[in-house]
């Protein structure tokens, strides 16, 4: 199937009050696994690349986005490429004449002004070139990014930022935290709601890992539309890893412990997209 953009997977599960997953990749084997479990969820399915990915690939970044959009365009499912918290405005612009359709443009640890500025900036360059972008609101007076503990999201605040900077999605505080590794995180499903009253764009949950299945589904009905998951994938991946090594210590291919690997998040892919769908 032809590569799909992610402006039209949001916007088709915005009108439908349905969810949709973004994945991180880090790994070849991450985005095979994650179009995988999509396929078998029969869902689209949003392939997403951080910046701190980037520079685990040695800065580079056509490579790693290269493979990622191989690996969507042969998908039985809609699949799209998108970059996500993306501080350095120069990888943003690296972005331009890629396969990427989408980034989610991070000034969300600068106070509201500075925010506002560096993020219109970055929905400008982007729509001239056809791009969606996604942005964040961090807390009052710059106190910590939008998924620090304890802050989160104001309705008005976010009304007046999304004005301000005309970016297509807002990834929003409403609970979670980033890199927990436990399913503990309680979401403020009165503000989710109060939110999507207020904010005339898709609702974007960073840190899903951290949240149980049926907070993730009550959180989609209460409003939220892109659903952000790194950390599961990486724990079932690594988990499969450890088992394998444990159990073969004589193993040498790494194609042996990879396989289960790939095969633990590409199981852990279709069951949340059954859970948000």
């Not at 991070?106 to 972008?133: C, E, I, P």
């Not at 890199?179 to 009253?197: K, N």
């Not at 412990?257 to 633990?264: G, H």
């Amino acid at each position: 199937m032809p590569l799909a953009r992610t402006a039209d997977l949001v916007a088709a599960a915005h009108q439908a009050g349905t969810g949709l997953a973004a994945f991180n990749v880090i790994t070849l084997e991450h985005a095979e696994a994650i179009v995988d479990g999509a396929a078998q969820a029969g869902r689209p399915v949003i392939l997403q690349i951080s910046e701190n990915a980037v520079k685990f690939h040695r800065h580079q970044l056509r490579p790693i986005v290269a493979a990622a959009a191989a690996v969507a365009a042969e998908a039985p499912i809609a699949a799209s490429v998108h970059l996500d918290h993306i501080e350095n405005i120069e990888l943003l612009h690296a972005a331009a004449d890629t396969a990427v359709s989408s980034a989610m443009f991070d000034a969300g640890k600068l106070d509201y002004d500075a925010n506002v500025a560096a993020t219109t900036s970055a929905a400008d360059w982007a729509h001239q070139r056809g791009m969606f972008l996604e942005a964040e609101l961090g807390g009052v007076g710059g106190k910590g990014d939008a998924h620090t503990p304890g802050v989160r999201t104001d309705p008005a605040e976010a009304a007046a930022f999304i004005s301000a900077t005309g970016v297509d999605a807002l990834a929003v505080a409403v609970g979670s935290s980033h890199a927990m590794s436990t399913r503990v995180a309680s979401l403020d499903f009165d503000l989710i709601d109060r939110l999507r009253s207020a904010v005339p764009v898709p609702l974007v949950l960073h840190g899903s890992s951290g949240v149980s299945e049926e907070d993730l589904r009550k959180a989609v009905s209460a409003g939220l539309t892109k659903i952000n998951v790194g950390t599961l994938l990486n724990i079932r991946f690594t988990e499969q890893v450890r088992a394998y090594l444990a159990s073969d210590d004589a193993v040498h291919d790494p194609r042996k412990y990879l396989a289960p690997a790939r095969a633990a998040i590409t199981e852990a892919v279709a069951e949340l997209l059954t859970v948000i769908s």
